[in-house]
């Protein structure tokens, strides 16, 4: 169904891309393509798409990582941002600290052993009987406005663990059994709209307590990938936060503190470019076009159903151990 509705959608949105930018085919000087990770089948159609064009009109390719996207998207609205930085990436598949010494260049410092944040965001929503159609996360925003934060005692995922990973599977049982234990009637289809304003009440206090202790993991750990990020590199300054989750506006504020209470500066997109968009693909096919990294255009005769390069699984950069060279 994933690749039906790409394939049914892939026309009608480059097009329109086109047209909203008062631009053809031919006035391009490359074409930039999300190669991994994610779904074959998905980015099969990109990569046909992206391909057909350039063959078509003779242009370069950029083969885009999905990740790194949301990370140098940061550079296009801060043109400042100068290499190295400490990025984290959050969204519905990923929670990623990373390293960025350079364009192409990084260390992972952590990532989640489970779900990512987007994930536990976006099912509490739905067990909440929330309004889910703009999405889970900025509807549970929403409702963790009018409840406790301190109302129900979730535990703090991975504490013991003196590393920069994450987890949220726990976090998200917690949370559907508070919700069971409660009674509330929060299963699919009976939504929040038809709710007592006890019953209201209780699912907004559930939110609140939710949001805090999923932000207060993220910034537990975001500390201590600052404190090791510092030790690596001194002239750190800046420190990037984007994925769809960073549209957030109470995760912004908390990292923020996180970020200024280290002397680093907070850098996020608008919420726009945090979510999945265009934009930040194209950028990062610039930088990594501007850097001469780039594919020749296909050939003339390349055939329709060839097998392209994709990479359903593709990590962003190699991984931190403690003790490894870290000089640059
Ligand atoms: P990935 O980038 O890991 O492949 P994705 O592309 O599906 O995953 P994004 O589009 O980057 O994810 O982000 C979508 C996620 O961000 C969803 O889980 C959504 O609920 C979450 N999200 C969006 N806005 C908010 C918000 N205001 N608060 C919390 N979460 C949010
Ligand atoms: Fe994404």
Partial sequence: MAEEAHSLAIDQVVQKALDDAHVSESDLSAVAVTVGPGLSLCLRVGVHKARTIAKAFGLPIVGVHHMEAHALVSRLVNKGLDFPFLALLISGGHNLLILAHNLGDYVQLGT????AIGEAYDKSARWLGLDIRKGGGPALEELALEGDPNAIKFR???????DCNFSYAGLKTQ?????ESRNLRCTDGIPISSATAEDRQLRADIAASFQRVAVLHLEERCQRAVEWALKMKPSINNFVVSGGVASNQYVRTRLNYIAEKNGLQLVSPPPSLCTDNGVMIAWTGIEHFVAGRFDDPPAADEPDDMQYDLRPRWPLG??????RSVSR
């Fill in 112 to 115: 989640t052993v489970d779900d």
């Fill in 318 to 323: 190699e991984e931190y151990s403690e003790g």
């Fill in 156 to 162: 703090v995922p991975m504490r013991q663990h003196k």
């Fill in 175 to 179: 949370v559907r059994l508070a919700i």
